[in-house]
């Protein structure tokens, strides 16, 4: 009787089971395929039990195929070399077509390396590590998401909080662990985000060395944490994590998906102290066949194992990457109409690959489709971890960002973007970074720039920042802390991160830029020299000299003596005023020209050439006696100030003193850059010791003082009538404040920065405020029209034209006249010419013939007319008595005159 159940139970499965076809059918191609787990692990457990599942179930929908595989399963024992070993032997003794794992990213390395020489596909679906790509190796497929593909959507939850400046990553010390932290650092740096710690954690960590990792971590200001481990080391984390007071108020914890229940399910204990966490796993849309499987998986084993409490995505993973090879193998066996076993070890693995590429259908876990490789990320969801469970806040998708809804349109609000998360201490508070420790320079002087008292700032710096903060994006949580020091030592507070900035009238210069980063400048830039003026002009004996300069004063004379020749030239051989000893015609060429100074001049010119000479000189002289008597006018009742120094080498040649603002940057510029010696330097503090240092009769009186621009501008508001500013401005790049190098904030508060200079409104407040600090004193002159260091002398090329049009006046008339002298003599200086005398007797002689007297002028024709009139009788005369002693007197003076004028 038992026999016959036997058998009847036979016939049953034999007719009725999907998965065995009756004797009548083909036989068929059996392929081998290999497959690479870690057996003792909860994801090499499920991964096995999902294949075999997958192989039932494929076949019993696609009885008909002529292609099985068969899955030959080895234990890689979590360990590389086994892993290798294994694939070694599956390629080489069983000949598979296709090794499926192996299960981590280290165990895959070298596997993808064999399969590539052996042109055998290796297709791992929780090989995730971004270091293993597709594109790198020909013969490697992955069937699973890349680990990077998470990134973006852990950044727009870093983004979306946007007090979480700072995130600091802790993960595991393998290849799975290592390989995703580059990219999580680029996708933080676009959100705005830095990393300022990282803690790396070996797997062989045991509760007591974690612990002492998250204390050191816990001693930092990081507050936002971020986790990339696998379950097993993750569990033992936050286990200690919790312990270490980790896991209260005040703390952000996100994980990626590799902690998530969905990848790698952990235990209970596990989940209760990950109460708060927020993270990011693959979204996997729920379908009849997904349900089904899972309950099914419960219900259906082919082996006992502890360690499978359910269904993970890399059992799913596992589960559509049996289909996608059972599909391909079939579609290469049929294009072939061969068995697979008879294509040549090349043929078979580099068209079973291309089938693998083409595959596409919609699996468990969604759209199975292969992009360059690997399986094309969709959507991730946002889940946190509260009551023991995760709850879903939200989506993510390359395309919206983050949203509540799964088909919802994105928010434009960032803080709408997801459900209000519970975090740890069951707050829905935020949890903010730690205050920024901002350091104050402790300054004695100059409050108008900064002044700290009773743990607050004012003045113009910390307006400036005041205003920057309000641009912010977000609220910045900040505490000040004064310091007593020099500016650089306290800059490099940060670099010793006892101060996470510096906020004050810092001076960016590049050897501070080498620990610190500074924010763009909100000041004015540069280093110059003010000095003691002096007011010398007035005072000087000599002061009448000064409205012409040297040069215009000799132009000045020889022009005078030369318009004095040409005039006596012109007027030798016509007017006797012009002739006479020669004494007398030297003393004339200078008197006629210089009284014209004055107009004072009373000789009467008769040449035409002469008169239009004058008229041009006299012009001449006008503008420049006018322009002499206002330049002296000016210099006599305006103060005219000059400086006492205006080289700083001449100062440091010279040994004398020079002052400085103390703690600042400066005393190093003047000892390096300039050369000064130390005893040379004095330190000053505040504006009163500034104006002590350069008064006269001070013992520890400076030649001169250098700081920076706004402080010099300070002090000469309020003392502009004593000192000026002078020499060359030394190139710095102004005031900015500084945070710690690599810091977010930099960016974030020079665009605020940049802001509020482009804020019309905002920079009229500030104008205000600036006026409140600078402007804001006692109105002086404008020092500018009373500092002069070389005197306002005219120059010979403001009266160039003047000269030229003078001179060229004098050079016309006086070659015209010489050339009617000529053609008028030209017979007598013809003979003289042809004499066999030397040159300079020709030269004498011509001389002298110039300096006779022209007797055909009108002057001399005249005269001699008068003289004519004399030497005549009157008719009437001749017949009175005494005529003829009247006639002999006549004749007497005729002799005389013509005496007279025979010696003129």
């Known amino acids: 009787m038992g026999n016959q159940k036997r058998f009847l139970w036979f016939i049953f499965i034999v007719l009725f089971s999907p998965g065995i076809e009756p004797s009548t059918t083909k036989e068929v191609i059996r392929v081998p395929v290999g497959v690479v787990l870690n057996l003792n692990s909860s994801v090499g457990a499920m991964a096995e039990k999902c294949m075999t599942m997958a192989l039932h179930d494929f076949y019993a929908k696609h009885a008909h195929y002529q292609t099985r595989l068969s899955l030959l399963t080895r234990d890689s024992k979590n360990d590389v070399v086994s892993a290798a070993f294994e694939a070694m032997h599956l390629i080489n003794i069983e000949n598979v077509s296709a090794i499926i794992g192996p299960q981590s990213s280290a165990e895959a390395k070298f596997v993808i390396e064999l399969g590539r020489r052996n042109h055998v596909p290796i297709i791992s679906f929780s090989a995730t590590s971004p270091s293993l790509s597709p594109s790198h190796s020909s013969f490697f497929i992955r069937t699973g998401f890349s680990d990077s593909a998470q990134v973006e959507a852990i950044a727009a939850i870093v983004g979306a909080y946007s007090k979480w400046l700072e995130v600091v990553l802790i993960y595991e010390d393998t290849e799975y662990g290592n390989s995703l932290i580059p990219y999580l650092v680029d996708a933080f740096q676009k959100v705005g985000a830095r990393v300022p710690h990282r803690s790396v954690i070996p797997p062989h960590y045991n509760d007591t060395e974690i612990l002492k990792e998250l204390n050191r971590l816990n001693s930092t200001r990081g507050r936002i944490f971020l986790v990339h481990m696998t379950a097993s080391l993750g569990s033992k984390l936050f286990l200690s994590a919790s312990k270490a007071g980790m896991m209260t108020e005040g703390y952000g914890w996100i994980v990626t998906e590799g ?75 049929t294009a072939s109409r061969v068995d697979l076993a008879s294509l040549g070890t090349g043929d078979r693995g580099q068209n079973l690959l291309d089938a693998i590429l083409d595959s596409e259908f919609e699996g468990l876990s969604g759209n199975f489709r292969l992009v360059k490789g690997q399986l094309e990320a969709s959507t991730f969801e946002v889940f946190n971890v509260i009551g023991g469970k995760e709850r879903i806040i939200g989506y993510w998708n390359q395309k919206k960002g983050l949203s509540r809804k799964l088909n919802g349109a994105a928010e434009l609000d960032k803080r709408k973007t997801l459900e209000k998360p519970i975090w740890p201490g069951y707050t829905t508070d935020i949890p903010p970074t730690k205050k920024l420790r901002i350091g104050v320079p402790l300054k004695k002087g100059f409050y108008e720039f900064l002044k700290f008292e009773n743990n607050n700032i004012s003045g113009f710096s910390a307006e400036i920042f005041f205003a920057a903060e309000k641009k912010l994006p977000f609220s910045l949580s900040y505490e000040f802390s004064a310091f007593a020091g020099t500016y650089d030592d306290l800059l490099y507070q940060i670099h010793l991160q006892k101060y996470d900035a510096v906020v004050g009238d810092t001076t960016i210069i590049a050897n501070r830029s080498l620990y610190v980063d500074f924010t763009l400048p909100y000041s004015e830039s540069g280093v110059s020299m003010i000095v003691l003026t002096e007011d010398s002009e007035r005072n000087s004996v000599w002061i009448f000299l000064k409205p012409l300069s040297l040069g215009l004063w000799l132009t000045t004379g020889v022009a005078f003596i030369f318009t004095g020749f040409v005039i006596w030239l012109l007027e030798h051989r016509e007017n006797t005023e012009f002739r ?72 440091q040649r010279n040994g004398y003193k020079v002052g400085y603002q103390n703690s600042s940057f400066i005393k190093g510029f003047l000892m390096e850059h300039l050369n000064f010696d130390e005893t040379q330097l004095v330190p000053l503090v505040t504006i009163q010791d500034y104006h002590n240092a350069l008064s006269r009769g001070n013992k520890n009186r400076v030649a001169a003082i250098l700081d920076e621009v706004p402080y010099l501008k300070l002090i000469l508001k309020k003392k502009c009538s004593k000192y000026t500013m002078v020499g060359p401005t030394y190139k710095t790049d102004g005031f900015g404040f500084a945070f710690q190098s690599g810091s977010s904030l930099v960016s974030y508060l020079s665009s605020a920065i940049l802001n509020v200079t482009q804020d019309k409104n905002q920079m009229d407040k500030l104008q205000s405020t600036y006026f409140d600090y600078f402007d804001n004193q006692p109105a002086c002159e404008d020092q500018s029209a009373k500092i002069s260091s070389e005197g306002p002398s005219l120059g010979v090329y403001s009266f160039g034209g003047l000269f030229i049009i003078a001179g060229v006046v004098s050079m016309v008339a006086l070659s015209m006249y010489m050339y009617h002298f000529l053609c008028s003599h030209w017979p007598a200086l013809r003979t003289i010419s042809s004499s066999e005398s030397r040159f300079w007797e020709k030269l004498v002689e011509v001389a002298k013939h110039f300096d006779k007297k022209d007797l055909t002028s009108h002057q001399f024709k005249r005269r001699e007319s008068r003289v004519h009139a004399l030497d005549t009788p009157d008719e009437g005369l001749a017949a009175a008595p005494g005529a003829n002693d009247m006639q002999n007197n006549s004749a007497g003076t005729h002799i005389i005159v013509e005496n007279n004028l025979g010696h003129e």
């Open 259 to 333: 902690l998530s229940t969905l990848l790698d399910p952990v235990g209970s204990r596990t989940m209760d102290s990950m109460q708060g966490v927020v993270g990011v796993r693959p979204y996997i849309p729920m379908s009849k066949e997904l349900e089904d499987f899972v309950l099914r998986m419960k219900r259906f084993r082919f082996r006992k194992s502890s360690k499978i409490t359910g269904v993970n995505l890399f059992g799913l993973w596992a589960y559509d990457t049996v289909w996608a090879l059972a599909m391909a193998v079939e579609k290469v066996g």
């Open 580 to 651: 006479g000893p020669p004494q007398q015609q030297l003393g004339m060429i200078f008197w006629f020209s210089f009284s014209t100074l004055v107009f004072a001049h009373r000789e009467k010119v008769v040449n035409n050439w002469s008169r239009f000479v004058l008229i041009i000189w006299v012009f001449v002289v006008l503008i420049l006696t006018q322009s002499y008597t206002a330049s002296l006018a000016s210099m006599l009742t305006v103060q005219k100030l000059q400086p006492a120094f205006t080289d700083i080498k001449e100062i």
